[in-house]
């Protein structure tokens, strides 16, 4: 039994006569990607070896009781209670979620309890009781918000009996944060957390979650990562204007090419499509892009400026804001882009690990290079990101660090360094050197852990 499990049979906040279900969903870092799962494009991630803890158990009384204790150190309200009417109640919900800073980090796991008790009312009825732990680092860029909806998501469609996994559970997961909790995330994140593994990369085209075979990197390389200190949140505004000017990108070039673009509801979380490139900006081949599309797009434009050249916004899950400009011309290449530069690493790790090719791990750092300044075009960027990964560039691969770039939306979070498993030392210098610069002790990433699917349920039987 695990230290987790342990400390749950203790706690009075659990009945002593129902089961305890316990699930585990550890973060993740883009290795490659980032920005490119809500265009369609693939991604490349890997999980880490940090982790949330779920625990759940049904109720009879009709009331949803969260508990996170860790949270009281970030100032936040540790212990709230909600009830099944207020839990059910969409709008209603967003409204208590988002009431004070103190409850926010509710809507993860509220917003989970939501769409279960929606869908099977007659399960979830009772209520639940979750309690969670977890010591994935918030704000940093490795999925803290996917691990706590997998991890609560799996616990608790366990503990109700419910035909719910696989990428239909992930699915589940990201309309919770994008509806709920109103965070405009792709499902990359649910789906490396659900699926990925030890030792493994996930490789995942985001159409909307088709997962191919997992890939070990070649025997010789490892990822390591390394916290900039800068907070990152896929809520920022850097994050949300990068989103929307891709999607006046697509649009933009649907409309140059007449291409019709509408509005598909059919599923879960509602989208735009059209009959050339199925609504998917990434599935734009970046030498046709390049052209006919590129010189035709404005490098920026306004939310006014745009309703007017294109008259709908083609993202439901982004605001166009006065004020703020947006670098269209760059969010289109990138997403266009980015995909031919993931796709070539995903190849490369695939060939490479049986010839330890130094010539292919170059390329696969130059890839990443590549991408992290891609991001700083998009707005995405920033100095200590840069710093991070300037400070990997001047080891380079002759001591054994072949590339670095930022994991998750940008804007901050952790920068994701490959090298080989003997660059330790290389990889020290790097942290030191920005520990003395910065004046800040950053975490270090290192090793992974399976996903919530592949470490399983496990059930607390009642005590009596």
Same mark, same amino acid.
């Given at each position: 039994?695990?230290?987790?499990?342990?400390?749950?049979?203790?706690?009075?906040?659990?009945?002593?006569?129902?089961?305890?279900?316990?699930?585990?969903?550890?973060?993740?870092?883009?290795?490659?990607?980032?920005?490119?799962?809500?265009?369609?494009?693939?991604?490349?991630?890997?999980?880490?070896?940090?982790?949330?803890?779920?625990?759940?158990?049904?109720?009879?009384?009709?009331?949803?009781?969260?508990?996170?204790?860790?949270?009281?150190?970030?100032?936040?309200?540790?212990?709230?209670?909600?009830?099944?009417?207020?839990?059910?109640?969409?709008?209603?919900?967003?409204?208590?979620?988002?009431?004070?800073?103190?409850?926010?980090?509710?809507?993860?796991?509220?917003?989970?309890?939501?769409?279960?008790?929606?869908?099977?009312?007659?399960?979830?009825?009772?209520?639940?009781?979750?309690?969670?732990?977890?010591?994935?680092?918030?704000?940093? $860029?490795?999925?803290?918000?996917?691990?706590?909806?997998?991890?609560?998501?799996?616990?608790?469609?366990?503990?109700?009996?419910?035909?719910?996994?696989?990428?239909?559970?992930?699915?589940?997961?990201?309309?919770?944060?994008?509806? @709920?909790?109103?965070?405009?995330?792709?499902?990359?994140?649910?789906?490396?957390?659900?699926?990925?593994?030890?030792?493994?990369?996930?490789?995942?085209?985001?159409?909307?979650?088709?997962? $191919?075979?997992?890939?070990?990197?070649?025997?010789?390389?490892?990822?390591?990562?390394?916290?900039?200190?800068?907070?990152?949140?896929?809520?920022? @505004?850097?994050?949300?204007?990068?989103?929307?000017?891709?999607?006046?990108?697509?649009?933009?070039?649907?409309?140059?090419?007449?291409?019709?673009?509408?509005?598909?509801?059919?599923?879960?979380?509602?989208?735009?499509?059209?009959?050339?490139?199925?609504?998917?900006?990434?599935?734009?081949?970046?030498?046709?892009?390049?052209?006919?599309?590129?010189?035709?797009?404005?490098?920026?434009?306004?939310?006014?400026?745009?309703?007017?050249?294109?008259?709908?916004?083609?993202?439901?899950?982004?605001?166009?804001?006065?004020?703020?400009?947006?670098?269209?011309?760059?969010?289109?290449?990138?997403?266009?882009?980015?995909?031919?530069?993931?796709?070539?690493?995903?190849?490369?790790?695939?060939?490479?690990?049986?010839?330890?090719?130094?010539?292919?791990?170059?390329?696969?750092?130059?890839?990443?290079?590549?991408?992290?300044?891609?991001?700083?075009?998009?707005?995405?960027?920033?100095?200590?990101?840069?710093?991070?990964?300037?400070?990997?560039?001047?080891?380079?691969?002759?001591?054994?660090?072949?590339?670095?770039?930022?994991?998750?939306? $940008?804007?901050?979070?952790?920068?994701?360094?490959?090298?080989?498993?003997?660059?330790?030392?290389?990889?020290?210098?790097?942290?030191?050197?920005?520990?003395?610069?910065?004046?800040?002790?950053?975490?270090?990433?290192?090793?992974?852990?399976?996903?919530?699917?592949?470490?399983?349920?496990?059930?607390?039987?009642?005590?009596?």
């Amino acid at each position: 039994m695990s230290s987790f499990e342990e400390r749950v049979r203790r706690l009075p906040l659990f009945a002593r006569d129902a089961a305890i279900v316990v699930a585990r969903a550890p973060g993740r870092m883009d290795v490659m990607g980032g920005n490119v799962d809500y265009t369609g494009g693939l991604v490349f991630q890997a999980t880490i070896r940090e982790a949330t803890w779920a625990a759940v158990q049904p109720r009879a009384d009709g009331r949803i009781v969260l508990e996170n204790p860790q949270l009281a150190a970030h100032g936040w309200q540790a212990h709230v209670e909600y009830t099944i009417a207020e839990v059910t109640d969409e709008a209603g919900l967003r409204a208590l979620v988002n009431r004070s800073p103190d409850v926010r980090w509710t809507a993860y796991v509220a917003g989970v309890l939501h769409y279960l008790a929606v869908r099977w009312p007659r399960e979830a009825a009772g209520g639940m009781t979750v309690y969670l732990e977890s010591d994935v680092p918030l704000n940093k $860029g490795v999925s803290s918000s996917a691990a706590v909806e997998v991890a609560t998501m799996y616990a608790a469609a366990g503990v109700l009996g419910l035909p719910l996994d696989g990428m239909a559970l992930a699915e589940a997961c990201q309309w919770a944060e994008n509806v @709920i909790a109103e965070s405009a995330c792709g499902i990359m994140d649910q789906a490396a957390v659900l699926v990925g593994d030890e030792g493994c990369l996930m490789p995942m085209v985001c159409q909307p979650s088709s997962v $191919g075979d997992l890939v070990k990197l070649p025997e010789a390389l490892t990822c390591w990562g390394i916290d900039s200190g800068v907070s990152h949140a896929v809520s920022g @505004i850097e994050y949300e204007a990068a989103r929307a000017a891709s999607f006046m990108g697509y649009k933009l070039i649907c409309d140059r090419a007449g291409v019709p673009v509408r509005r598909d509801e059919s599923g879960a979380i509602p989208r735009y499509t059209d009959p050339r490139w199925n609504g998917y900006l990434s599935d734009v081949p970046a030498s046709l892009f390049r052209q006919r599309y590129e010189d035709a797009l404005p490098q920026t434009l306004s939310a006014a400026g745009y309703l007017a050249a294109a008259g709908t916004h083609v993202d439901p899950f982004t605001k166009l804001r006065d004020g703020v400009t947006y670098r269209v011309r760059a969010c289109t290449r990138y997403s266009i882009e980015e995909n031919l530069r993931i796709r070539t690493f995903v190849e490369l790790a695939r060939g490479s690990a049986a010839t330890g090719s130094e010539d292919a791990f170059e390329l696969m750092g130059e890839l990443m290079y590549q991408s992290n300044h891609a991001y700083t075009e998009c707005g995405l960027g920033c100095e200590a990101i840069d710093q991070l990964v300037d400070l990997v560039r001047e080891e380079g691969s002759a001591n054994g660090l072949y590339g670095a770039k930022v994991s998750g939306g $940008g804007a901050g979070g952790t920068v994701v360094v490959l090298g080989r498993k003997n660059a330790e030392a290389a990889f020290r210098r790097v942290v030191e050197r920005y520990r003395v610069d910065r004046g800040f002790d950053p975490y270090v990433f290192r090793g992974s852990s399976p996903g919530a699917r592949r470490f399983g349920r496990k059930t607390l039987e009642p005590l009596r």
